[in-house]
């Protein structure tokens, strides 16, 4: 099993930034796929970013360059660094791990990120 535990959302203006922190605990896996994903009401889950064991990233189209994805291995922790925030960027963002070429995924609780216009 493994525990993630999200945090940093919260209430920006538009064209502002926000750091969501996701910290990883329990049986961590060697190689694995960690990332974030975001949802709104009545919407399914899209991916935003994740990134590998060994550092490589992956973004969404959608997201122009705007956010970074990054990870402490000494922390266990990945973060997303969101700048130019946009209302559209508003949504619960979840922080999700799985093991590489495995389809059994985790999920933290979730971080409401709001921004307003």
């Known amino acids: 099993q493994v525990q993630l535990v999200e945090s940093g959302g919260g209430l920006v203006q538009a064209g502002g930034s926000l750091r969501l922190s996701c910290a990883a605990s329990?049986?961590?896996?060697?190689?694995?796929?960690m990332g974030w994903y975001r949802q709104t009401p009545g919407n399914e889950r899209t991916m935003v970013a994740t990134i590998t064991y060994a550092g490589r990233a992956n973004y969404a189209d959608s997201l122009e360059g705007r956010f970074t994805i990054s990870k402490d291995d000494a922390k266990s922790t990945v973060y997303l660094q969101m700048n130019s925030l946009k209302p559209e960027d508003t949504a619960v963002y979840y922080c999700?791990?799985?093991?590489?070429?495995?389809?059994?995924?985790?999920w933290g609780q979730g971080t409401q990120v709001t921004v307003s216009s």
């Open positions: 329990g049986n961590i896996f060697s190689r694995y796929v």
């Open positions: 999700t791990i799985r093991e590489l070429y495995k389809d059994e995924r985790y």
